[in-house]
């Protein structure tokens, strides 16, 4: 438990999808991190006197009660979902991490740079309101993630549950440069367990898909160059094998799976397939088999009347240029498809020549999926392809901490920053002015 009354620094709160992250401004790593997580007991008679005397459990005590509890994760994508379990959360965090009310300190919370203004304004009344809170701050994850390499310029790439970039100049974002792929790791794990089927492993249950999430952290990569060339080449495909020790004792052995599964942030899923020749449905067969009786009970039906076969015929050709047409147009699409190099290589263009070349030499990568060896060059590699004059030098400065942590280090920093004091929205002004001023007292964009 922290003693807030021994100190008068900030209290920094990272409010993760997936992982919370809480602690004092100053430190250089939080106090507690738990998952983002609440569960309540389900509507039925539980005989574990534990639990009766507590309905709502938080974080690691919620998971380890799932099998009794019902729970729910309130944050998806960086927006907050679900107001009521939210809030349990930060009760939490003030009265069982903290001990005791934390009106007198201010507290700094992190945000989407997606978050709507509702979810603002929301957040903001919870903390005035509820904990009565007096001095507040709501900032975007993004600037505080540049802010822990001690700048505040640059660009900002985080890829975690999903995949997000914004440009940021004198600790501002620049309008119409946030974008986001709807690509993260719950994909790649997905896509991974796909593969893994093929070679005759199947992960189902909840611990196999912890250990499918370890073994994914622990042997995937990003190839460098084209992927392709490094499977025709037989000297360089064996070096890719590594073995991975199952609990069961088990050793598994896996070589393309470790990088096609994070090709999803450089090529559609569809053209991955293609390429390197996969097939993963296993009920293929079965649907051919379908398909075949639905012909020839179609066949029947066209017997019986003649007339109505040619107007079927009719349609039919209408339908297949129709779907060659929309087959043609979903290519097109494939090939236009954001990916990560090409999002930020989008965004780039509406900025001035010379900021952008700035920007760019400072390339904030955080988030779990950017921890997988390779990002740094294959990510430069393919902006290079893209930005074939005035190319910039691609700069990624290396973290001395996590980079899950990123942006609550770099709330510590700006929350002990005393030049910023003037920043802090205050529980006289909220009142005075309403809770609409968060948008202009709290405004991060230029």
Same mark, same amino acid.
């Given at each position: 438990?922290?003693?807030?009354?021994?100190?008068?620094?900030?209290?920094?709160?990272?409010?993760?999808?997936?992982?919370?992250?809480?602690?004092?401004?100053?430190?250089?790593?939080?106090?507690?991190?738990?998952?983002?997580?609440?569960?309540?007991?389900?509507?039925?008679?539980?005989?574990?006197?534990?639990?009766?005397?507590?309905?709502?459990?938080?974080?690691?005590?919620?998971?380890?009660?799932?099998?009794?509890?019902?729970?729910? +994760?309130?944050?998806?994508?960086?927006?907050?979902?679900?107001?009521?379990?939210?809030?349990?959360?930060?009760?939490?965090?003030?009265?069982?991490?903290?001990?005791?009310?934390?009106?007198?300190?201010?507290?700094?919370?992190?945000?989407?740079?997606?978050?709507?203004?509702?979810?603002?304004?929301?957040?903001?009344?919870?903390?005035?309101?509820?904990?009565?809170?007096?001095?507040?701050?709501?900032?975007?994850?993004?600037?505080?993630?540049?802010? +822990?390499?001690?700048?505040?310029?640059?660009?900002?790439?985080?890829?975690?549950?999903?995949?997000?970039?914004?440009?940021?100049?004198?600790?501002?974002?620049?309008?119409?440069?946030?974008?986001?792929?709807?690509?993260?790791?719950?994909?790649?794990?997905?896509?991974?367990?796909?593969?893994?089927?093929?070679?005759?492993?199947?992960?189902?249950?909840?611990?196999?898909?912890?250990?499918?999430?370890?073994?994914?952290?622990?042997?995937?990569?990003?190839?460098?160059?084209?992927?392709?060339?490094?499977?025709?080449?037989?000297?360089?495909?064996?070096?890719?094998?590594?073995?991975?020790?199952?609990?069961?004792?088990?050793?598994?052995?896996?070589?393309?799976?470790?990088?096609?599964?994070?090709?999803?942030?450089?090529?559609?899923?569809?053209?991955?397939?293609?390429?390197?020749?996969?097939?993963?449905?296993?009920?293929?067969?079965?649907?051919?088999?379908?398909?075949?009786?639905?012909?020839?009970?179609?066949?029947?039906?066209?017997?019986?009347?003649?007339?109505?076969?040619?107007?079927?015929?009719?349609?039919?050709?209408?339908?297949?240029?129709?779907?060659?047409?929309?087959?043609?147009?979903?290519?097109?699409?494939?090939?236009?498809?954001?990916?990560?190099?090409?999002?930020?290589?989008?965004?780039?263009?509406?900025?001035?020549?010379?900021?952008?070349?700035?920007?760019?030499?400072?390339?904030?990568?955080?988030?779990?999926?950017?921890?997988?060896?390779?990002?740094?060059?294959?990510?430069?590699?393919?902006?290079?392809?893209?930005?074939?004059?005035?190319?910039?030098?691609?700069?990624?400065? +290396?973290?001395?901490?996590?980079?899950?942590?990123?942006?609550?280090?770099?709330?510590?920093?700006?929350? +002990?920053?005393?030049?910023?004091?003037?920043?802090?929205?205050?529980?006289?002004?909220?009142?005075?002015?309403?809770?609409?001023?968060?948008?202009?007292?709290?405004?991060?964009?230029?």
């Amino acid at each position: 438990m922290i003693d807030i009354n021994s100190t008068l620094e900030p209290i920094v709160i990272d409010n993760g999808s997936i992982t919370m992250k809480v602690g004092l401004g100053g430190e250089d790593s939080p106090y507690s991190t738990f998952p983002t997580v609440v569960g309540k007991e389900q509507a039925k008679e539980i005989n574990q006197k534990e639990i009766k005397l507590k309905e709502t459990f938080v974080g690691k005590q919620a998971l380890k009660r799932s099998g009794i509890l019902s729970t729910q +994760s309130p944050i998806k994508n960086g927006i907050i979902e679900n107001w009521e379990a939210m809030e349990e959360i930060w009760n939490y965090i003030c009265f069982d991490l903290f001990g005791e009310p934390i009106n007198e300190v201010k507290v700094l919370l992190t945000e989407s740079i997606f978050n709507p203004k509702e979810n603002r304004e929301k957040t903001a009344e919870i903390w005035f309101e509820t904990f009565n809170t007096q001095i507040f701050y709501l900032v975007p994850s993004n600037i505080l993630q540049v802010y +822990s390499f001690g700048n505040s310029s640059g660009t900002s790439i985080n890829s975690g549950a999903n995949t997000s970039m914004c440009f940021i100049n004198e600790g501002r974002i620049i309008k119409g440069s946030c974008d986001q792929l709807d690509i993260g790791g719950d994909d790649v794990t997905q896509f991974l367990q796909e593969l893994l089927v093929l070679k005759g492993l199947e992960f189902k249950t909840y611990k196999d898909l912890q250990t499918l999430e370890n073994l994914k952290k622990c042997l995937s990569f990003y190839v460098v160059d084209d992927p392709n060339k490094l499977l025709q080449e037989k000297e360089k495909a064996n070096k890719i094998v590594r073995s991975y020790e199952l609990k069961d004792g088990q050793r598994i052995s896996l070589g393309m799976e470790r990088f096609v599964c994070t090709e999803l942030f450089f090529q559609p899923k569809e053209e991955i397939i293609d390429l390197f020749g996969l097939k993963l449905s296993e009920n293929e067969k079965e649907n051919e088999k379908e398909l075949e009786n639905e012909k020839e009970q179609e066949k029947e039906k066209e017997k019986e009347n003649e007339k109505e076969k040619e107007k079927e015929k009719e349609k039919e050709k209408e339908n297949e240029k129709e779907k060659e047409e929309e087959t043609v147009f979903k290519r097109k699409t494939k090939k236009e498809m954001l990916n990560l190099p090409r999002m930020i290589y989008k965004n780039a263009q509406n900025i001035d020549l010379e900021l952008r070349k700035t920007l760019l030499s400072n390339i904030i990568l955080s988030g779990g999926n950017t921890n997988f060896g390779g990002i740094e060059k294959r990510l430069s590699n393919e902006l290079k392809l893209l930005i074939n004059e005035n190319c910039p030098q691609f700069r990624f400065p +290396s973290s001395t901490f996590p980079s899950k942590y990123m942006a609550w280090v770099g709330g510590s920093i700006f929350a +002990s920053l005393g030049h910023y004091v003037n920043s802090w929205m205050y529980k006289e002004l909220y009142e005075e002015s309403g809770v609409q001023c968060v948008h202009t007292l709290l405004n991060h964009f230029i």
